[in-house]
């Protein structure tokens, strides 16, 4: 690969790194950015509920950047940097690939996603007369609020059904009225947006094109190369969306050696082979690197499914399976749990005996990195694997 060309071809092989690469795998970690160099470098870390080593949106600037701080990855999202104004944040929450952490910056270009919600005709939660105003007038006098502050979350036990006082503060989040720059104890944080998103960024002046424009840019930068559905999926577009924007974005179109649709790529990811070393790290089933099942395929050879609310006896890999990357292939999969300060291995997939070396490096270092000082293996689904991998585990904790 040298310059770009009109259409570059690229083999698999070179797809791969520059994805590895575009997602900050590959090469020499940026620890001076840290945690906002990641958050930033991705475009988007996805939040989830679920905590087994740790949440989702800690996990995923571990697997780059490796045992940084829990407490600093909370801090980098949501706390300003020393000597700046508490007014200012780094990040803030918004639907994206779905939940997402964002970069404070991107505001202006989510508008046409506020627009959208805004137009919404039907909404599958009622929301009682006067119930809006009454949560922007509280905010405005007493925030910033957890939704329970404001008055209450659930109206039961269930999940879904929430009380009119949470519908209002998230109706006024999509329309961005209010916006979450903090969760605390888990529960989102809201804010007048008007207070807290930096004056010069608080606007929705751009137009849906410019918008999407910048959004489908932002998601072949952070995967590489991309079809069109893996563009439009990064931060859940249509389809009919990027085609409308992506000859004005700046990718390039390229063609990919055993990919049967049309690809494009980040100009600057096609100027310098992708080279370096490569971590070896356990994968969040949320990490953006494995997001879209069909484009992990693609890439690695490898079929991953998020099994949490799939029912027990349905489970292949078990509960949270975390794919394990390791020398830019991804090499098997793992269900960790904890127990006290022992990291419980529920199941693990191996790609052969090779990979055994690398997910128990993998499977230590975590185990480092949430306070444990051992790791249980409870089954390998190779058992002829399995004594080889408690040899490298005890190896290794030594």
Known sequence: MTTPRATAELSADEARRIALRAQGFLGAPDRRAGVR??????????????????????????????????????????????????????????????????????????????????????????????????VVKQLRTEGPLTATELGGAKRTSEWWDWSGT???????????????????????????????????????????????????????RSLGVGTRADIADYHRLRGDQVDAV?????????????????????????????????????????????????????????????????PRQKRIHGYFAMPVLAGGRLVGRVDPAREGRTLVVRQVTLDGPKAVPAVARALVEAATWVDCTDVRVERVDAPDLREPLTHELARALA
């Not at 000597?83 to 505001?107: D, K, M, N, Q």
């Not at 998230?170 to 809201?190: D, F, I, N, P, S």
């Not at 990718?251 to 100027?271: C, F, N, Q, S």
């Open 246 to 310: 992506i000859a004005d974005s700046g990718l390039v179109p390229v063609t990919v050696e055993g990919w049967a649709k049309p690809a494009w790529a980040d100009p600057e990811a096609l100027r310098t082979p992708p080279r370096g070393r490569h971590r070896t790290t356990l994968l969040s089933p949320f990490d953006s690197l494995v997001w879209e099942r069909a484009r992990t395929e693609r890439l690695f050879g490898f079929t991953h499914r998020l099994e949490a609310y799939v």
């Open 37 to 134: 160099g990641v958050l930033r470098h991705l475009g988007a870390v996805q939040l989830d509920t679920i905590s087994v080593l740790a949440r989702s949106h800690e996990l995923v600037p571990y697997a780059r950047l490796g045992a940084v701080g829990r407490g600093t990855v909370e801090d980098a999202y949501w706390k300003p940097s020393p000597g700046t104004s508490a007014a200012r944040p780094h990040a803030f929450e918004y639907w994206s690939h779905a939940a997402c952490i964002l970069p404070i910056e991107e505001w202006p270009h989510f508008a046409f996603r506020r627009r959208a919600y805004r137009n919404r005709p039907h909404w599958n939660h009622h929301l009682p007369e006067g119930t809006y105003d009454q």
């Open 166 to 220: 949470k519908v209002a503060v998230e109706r006024a989040l999509m329309y961005g009225e209010v916006v979450c720059v903090e969760r605390r104890g888990w529960k989102r944080v809201y804010d007048l947006a008007e207070r807290a998103v930096p004056a010069d960024l608080l606007h929705d002046e751009l137009d849906d094109r410019a918008c999407l424009r910048r959004l489908v840019r932002l998601a072949g």
